[in-house]
């Protein structure tokens, strides 16, 4: 026997926001982080700053001070050096509100130093050179003369109308992309006392993923040397004793996607002439690759996911999803790879409008290495105009001719009207019941209307009975079981991960359970379930809420029940309507006769 109480679904307004300052999208120097937000909104309790710094994304630092309204407030943390995604979170107690998300890189290694500086020239010009730094990011160098800055550079620079014959100190510094710096570098130089009759062009390099070649040209026959290295040191020389104006030296057994630096040198009987500003990026190894897709909706005004699978020797790192579908080619932002996963998943909102759409996805691996699908053309056709309800015509009622007319009828004499006799107790109570069944069965249709998530099933041993599809447990003892729901992500216009959440208080004492984190693809149907919790008879109520891992609520509902427990399994009831137990349970002091009374009208 099922007894069922439906309660209504709670929606909450959200009233606060949240707005996100500083840092931007790009590196911050050192590994403690201000986070600068502005938050608006009533009694605001508290913010939180949320990141992926674990793996996942999390609550990972709260304020630590008073929450300042419409004004810059900052939360600080600390982060080991590598990329993160985040953002702020902010609740007054009932209602969250979470910004949109930036990311950064934490940099707190400064470039290595600077080695090999050298300044090489004429009489009136000086060339100043050294090998480069390496760092995780991109390195501006900052050079001065006699103390004064004259250019940020790459690793060497080119200075004209110095004079003969003097004296300059020439230093450098390294600065990353978060702003770090390595120590200052300087080499002092004097001029010629005459111009070198030797000089040598610019170099040019052509490299594979383990060789280079270096080639160079010098004014006048002369022989040729090269010493290479990784920025911090001498990895090896080559050099060829021919006299000769056109050189070109191979080095090989390099590694794939690594920078290094080189030296080059020629000399003829009377002067020699040196060039450092040479530096080249080895290719990588290996490229991803993808020739297939799949994409599960070509219907306007619908989201479809577009799927490519990738492969690649080497672990990849992110994609981009890239089309024309705003009039001209536009690129997503770059989304990780999941895990060891190597599918591409993009949604996006189709026009609904008939068209082509064009797209295509980027890639790239551990080394760094990007490769890009071939361009895939997607027919959109829109959605099915739904068919019109044809009019009826209602048909003209016949007029009937004057000559059947026979008169003017004779009117009916208006009868006594008999007195209706006091309804009997059992009339009385036959009445009330109709009249609840009637108005417990608007309250299911109200109640059904309501919210987005099916109703609760709780599913039960053998030894207990079982309500199908909303009841919950009688039994004669204590039982484990576990609290599930099927429903549809249908207005889901994203994919995500949630988790079903369910809290039985029963008799004053409070129970709860979750499910395994569950991921969910839009228009997705999903039986979710709880971990097994004992249950006894009484009262219970259940609130069960449907999240996503970032704390997004996406629906809520509570149910109620009385449960009896007795010594004995009762006989299962498999005809009797939710409504009718409610009105049964309301009416028990009638009488058993009074309720088979009762069904038996029904019936009829």
């Given amino acids: 026997m099922r007894w069922l109480v ?73 982060f080991t050096e ?75 620079y080119y200075v004209q109308a110095v004079s003969s014959g003097q004296s300059y100190n020439f230093s450098v510094r390294a600065y990353d992309q978060a702003g770090l710096s390595n120590d200052q570098a300087s080499v002092a130089y004097t001029t010629q006392a005459s111009q070198s009759s030797m000089t040598i062009t610019p170099i040019a390099t052509a ?49 794939p996607a690594t920078t290094y630096y080189a030296n080059v040198t020629s000399c003829n009987a009377t002067s020699c002439a040196s060039n450092t500003s040479v530096s080249f990026v080895m290719a990588p190894s290996s490229y991803p690759w993808a020739s297939t897709h799949t994409a599960n909706s070509s219907t306007g005004g619908t989201w479809v996911l577009f799927s490519v699978p990738w492969q690649d020797s080497l672990a990849l790192s992110y994609y981009i999803f890239s089309s024309n579908a705003t009039g001209s080619w536009a690129n997503s932002s770059a989304v990780a790879f999941i895990s060891a996963s190597s599918t591409a998943n993009y949604s996006t909102l189709l026009n609904s409008n008939a068209h082509t759409l064009a797209w295509k996805m980027y890639a790239n691996n551990s080394q760094n290495a ?31 001719p004057a000559e059947l007319v026979k008169g003017t009828p004779t009117p009916v004499p208006t009868p006594t009207p008999v007195p209706t006799p006091a309804p009997t107790t059992e009339q009385a109570q036959a009445a009330a019941v109709a009249s609840a069944l009637e108005a417990a069965a608007q309250n299911k249709s109200a109640d059904a209307a309501k919210g987005t998530m099916n109703d609760f099933v709780l599913l039960a041993p053998e030894d207990s009975l079982s309500l199908s599809p909303t009841g919950l447990a009688v039994g004669s003892k204590a039982a484990q079981s576990q609290i599930s729901f099927s429903t549809n992500f249908t207005n889901l216009g994203y994919n995500t991960t949630v988790v079903f959440k369910a809290k039985v208080n029963a008799s004053g004492k409070t129970i709860e359970a979750e499910s395994e984190p569950v991921n969910v693809t839009a228009g997705e149907s999903v ?33 109620a029940a009385s449960i009896a427990t007795t010594e004995e399994k009762q006989e299962r009831n498999t005809d009797m309507d939710a409504a009718v137990a409610g009105v049964i349970l309301a009416l028990l002091g009638v009488g058993v006769l009074l309720m088979f009374q009762l069904k038996s009208s029904i019936h009829e």
Wanted: one cysteine or more.
């Fill in 6 to 78: 439906l309660v209504l679904l709670a929606v909450a307004v959200n009233a606060v926001s949240v707005s996100i300052n500083t840092p931007a999208d790009g590196y911050v120097g050192g590994q403690n982080v201000s986070f600068v937000f502005t938050p608006s909104g009533a009694n605001i309790t508290g913010c939180a700053a949320w990141s992926n710094k674990t793996g996942s994304w999390a609550q990972t630092q709260t304020n630590s001070t008073a929450i300042a309204l419409d004004a810059q407030n900052t939360i600080t943390h600390s």
């Fill in 207 to 255: 490299v594979t993923s383990t060789t280079a070649s270096i080639a160079w040209t010098s004014s006048s026959e002369a022989n040729a040397s090269l010493s290479y290295g990784n920025g911090t040191a001498t990895l090896g020389s080559s050099s060829v004793p021919a006299m000769t104006v056109a050189h070109n030296l191979t080095i090989a057994a390099l590694s």
């Fill in 527 to 559: 039986l979710l379930s709880t971990a097994l919790m004992t249950l006894e008879g009484g009262n219970y109520s259940i609130e069960g809420s449907v999240v996503t891992l970032s704390g997004e609520v996406l629906d809520t509902k509570i149910l």
């Fill in 82 to 156: 590598g990329y993160y995604s985040w953002g702020i979170g902010c609740s007054n107690g009932t209602q969250t509100d979470y910004s949109s998300n930036r990311t950064f890189r934490t940099d707190s290694t400064a470039p290595t130093a600077i080695t090999n500086l050298s300044a090489t020239g004429t009489s009136s010009t000086a060339n100043v050179s050294w090998f480069a730094s390496t760092d995780a990011t991109a390195i501006t160098y900052s050079l001065r003369l006699n103390g004064t800055w004259i250019a940020n550079t790459t690793n060497s």
């Fill in 370 to 400: 990007w490769n890009s699908t071939q361009t895939w053309l997607h027919a959109v056709q829109p959605p099915p105009t739904p068919t019109p309800v044809p009019t009826i015509t209602p048909t003209p009622m016949p007029t009937v």
